[in-house]
C-alpha cells in the first residue's frame, strides 16, 4: 500500500495515526494517510505564525514572492499528469476532469504570482495641515485553509495562491477523503523554495479541523465545505475572532427558455450537472424549463444521460466515475427515495448498480407535480437532476430564487433583453447565460445565503487577505501646540 506523510515547518512527516484511504472505483483501501490530531495542528499553526513574523518570509519583497509562486506554477504543470492520477484513485474523479483542470490550477498559481507586487496601499487627501496619511495594505497573519474532497487542487489553489500573493502564511488542511493529491503537492511547495512553515499541509478530520479554526494565532479561516460544517467554523471562530470566508453549497438554477438552442443547452445542462459525477458546488441541478419545450428538452436529456459512460475513473473514455465515498451515496440514494416519496418521478437512473465501487448513475427526477419534493431544495451532491417546468418568465424567475442558497445559475435563451432581465433579477453569485460551469481566476467566484460569504479568484481575493493600516506622520518641525485639542 502506499504511504503520505503531511508538510509542517519544512519537513514531511508521518502522523502519529494513520488511517486508509479508500479507491472509489473499488470500496478497497489503496493507501495509508496521517491524520492530525491537535497536536500537529499546534506545531503547524506555530510554524506558520513563526514564519510569519520572522526569518525570510516577511523580508521578502513582493515581487520576490511573486517570482516563488511563478516557479510554484511551473512545477504544478509540470506534475499536472502525476497529481491528476493521484487525484483519479483517492476521489474518483475521471481522469480526463482531473488532468484538465490540474492544468488550469497552474493558471490560478501564476494569475496570483502576478498580482503579488500589485497589492498597492493609497495615499489620503487628509483634511489637516501637515500631516500626510496613508494606508499600508498588510497581510492579515496566518490563514487556515480546510478544503473539501472534491477538486481539492483547485479549491486550495483558490486560497493559497492569494494568500501568498498578500503575503500571509498558512496551514492547509487536507479532506480526509481523498487528500492524496494535495499531500503531493506539498513536495511542489518544498521544491519551488517556499521557506519552511509558510505553507504547511496536513490531513485529518472534524477533531484537526476545530484545533486549527479556534487557534488564537489564527487570523482568517478560507472554508470550503458544507454549510453544517460552515456553522461549526463560524462558532468556533468565536474563540480566536478569525476572519471567514465561506464557500459552501448550491441547488443552481439552469433554466430554459423555449427560444433557446436546445442542443447546446442540453449539452451544457449534461456537464452542469454529471461532470464530476454531480460532486460540484454549482452543479445546475435545478432544470427550469418553459414547458412549451419540456418533453423535447427533456427527450435529449434522458438520451444523453443514458448514452454517458460510465466507468473506471482512470479511463479516458469515462465520462461518469464513482462517487467519492459510500457515505455520500448512501445520503443520494435516501434522498430519492424521500423525493419519490413526495411525488418526484424518475425519468432516468435512481438505482445504484450492484457490484464494487461507489458508483451511481446519471439520474433525471421530474418534480413538475411534486414542488415541496426535497430534492428541489436539498444539495444532492450527486448526479441527480431535479426539474421543473414554468410557463412564464416572472415564474421561471420565482422558481430560480426559490432556495436558501446563492451561488450559481445558468440562462439559456436568445432574447438580449431577457437575458438582461434575468441576470438583474436572479440572486446568485454567479450567472451564465448560454454557457455553465466556465472559471478562470480572473473572475470572483463566491455565492450568498446558505452559500457562504466572501469570493475567491481576482484582485478581491487577494485583498481578503490583508489588512489596513493607517499611517500618520506629522510633517511640522513645530512642537504640538495644546496637548487637550484634538487634532
Ligand atoms: P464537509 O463540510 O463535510 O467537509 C469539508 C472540510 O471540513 C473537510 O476538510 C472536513 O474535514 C472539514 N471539517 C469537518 N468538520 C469540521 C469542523 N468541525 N471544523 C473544521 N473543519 C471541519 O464537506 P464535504 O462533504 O467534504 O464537501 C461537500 C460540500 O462542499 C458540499 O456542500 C459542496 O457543495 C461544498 N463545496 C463548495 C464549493 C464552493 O466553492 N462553493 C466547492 C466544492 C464543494
Not at 517556499?194 to 504547511?200: C, D, I, Q, S
Not at 439552469?254 to 442540453?266: G, R
Request: charged fraction near 20%.
Amino acid at each position: 500500500m502506499d504511504r503520505f506523510a503531511q508538510y509542517i515547518d519544512g519537513a514531511f512527516e508521518e502522523g502519529p495515526a494513520m488511517f486508509e484511504s479508500l479507491d472509489p472505483a473499488t470500496g478497497a483501501p489503496w493507501a495509508q494517510m496521517p491524520l492530525a490530531g491537535a497536536a500537529e495542528v499546534e506545531r503547524a499553526v506555530a510554524a506558520a505564525h513563526r514564519a510569519f513574523l520572522s526569518g525570510p518570509w516577511p523580508a521578502m519583497t513582493a515581487s520576490a514572492r511573486g517570482k516563488l509562486l511563478h516557479r510554484l506554477a511551473d512545477l504544478v504543470q509540470a506534475a499536472a499528469p502525476r497529481l491528476a492520477a493521484l487525484e483519479t484513485r483517492d476521489t474518483g474523479k475521471i481522469i480526463r476532469e482531473t488532468s484538465a483542470q490540474i492544468a488550469y490550477v497552474a493558471e490560478y498559481y501564476r494569475y496570483y504570482a502576478g498580482l503579488a507586487d500589485k497589492i498597492e496601499g493609497a495615499h489620503l487627501p487628509i483634511d489637516k495641515p501637515d500631516m500626510e496619511v496613508w494606508l499600508r495594505r498588510e497581510p492579515v497573519g496566518v490563514v487556515a485553509a480546510i478544503v473539501p474532497w472534491n477538486s481539492q487542487l483547485f479549491l486550495s489553489a483558490v486560497k493559497i495562491g492569494p494568500a501568498l500573493a498578500a503575503g500571509c502564511t498558512l496551514v492547509v488542511k487536507a479532506s480526509e477523503d481523498g487528500p492524496a493529491p494535495l499531500l503531493e503537492f506539498a513536495r511542489l511547495v518544498q521544491e519551488a523554495g517556499f521557506p519552511p512553515g509558510v505553507v504547511n499541509i496536513l490531513t485529518g478530520g472534524p477533531e484537526a479541523g476545530r484545533a486549527l479554526t479556534t487557534h488564537p494565532k489564527v487570523a482568517h479561516i478560507a472554508f470550503t465545505g458544507g454549510p453544517e460544517t460552515a456553522r461549526h467554523i463560524v462558532r468556533a471562530s468565536a474563540e480566536n475572532l478569525a476572519k471567514t470566508s465561506l464557500e459552501l453549497g448550491g441547488k443552481s438554477p439552469f433554466i430554459v427558455f423555449d427560444d433557446a438552442d436546445l442542443d447546446s443547452a442540453a449539452n451544457a445542462q449534461v456537464s452542469g450537472i454529471f461532470a464530476a459525477t454531480g460532486q460540484s458546488c454549482v452543479a445546475g441541478s435545478r432544470l427550469l424549463v418553459q414547458r412549451s419545450v419540456k418533453e423535447a428538452f427533456l427527450a435529449r436529456l434522458k438520451a444523453k444521460a443514458e448514452a454517458v459512460a460510465i466507468g473506471a475513473p482512470d479511463q479516458m473514455a469515462t465520462e461518469v466515475g464513482p462517487l467519492c465515498t459510500a457515505r455520500q451515496r448512501d445520503r443520494i440514494v435516501a434522498l430519492i427515495a424521500r423525493s419519490v416519496a413526495a411525488g418526484a418521478v424518475i425519468v432516468t437512473g435512481g438505482v445504484a448498480p450492484e457490484g464494487p465501487g461507489f458508483y451511481f448513475p446519471p439520474t433525471i427526477l421530474d418534480c413538475t407535480n411534486a414542488p415541496d419534493a426535497p430534492c428541489l431544495r436539498e444539495e444532492f451532491f450527486g448526479p441527480i437532476l431535479s426539474v421543473v417546468a414554468f410557463d412564464t418568465e416572472d415564474q421561471a424567475l420565482v422558481l430560480a430564487n426559490d432556495t436558501e442558497y446563492g451561488l450559481a445559475s445558468g440562462v439559456f435563451t436568445r432574447s438580449l433583453t431577457r437575458a438582461h432581465r434575468m441576470i438583474r433579477g436572479i440572486r446568485a453569485g454567479i450567472v451564465w447565460v448560454n454557457t455553465y460551469r466556465a472559471v478562470s481566476p480572473i473572475a470572483p467566484f463566491g455565492g450568498h445565503g446558505l452559500s457562504g460569504h466572501g469570493r475567491e479568484g481576482g484582485m478581491a481575493a487577494a485583498l481578503d487577505y490583508t489588512t489596513v493600516k493607517t499611517v500618520w506622520l506629522r510633517t511640522s518641525d513645530d512642537p504640538i501646540p495644546d496637548p487637550f485639542v484634538m487634532r
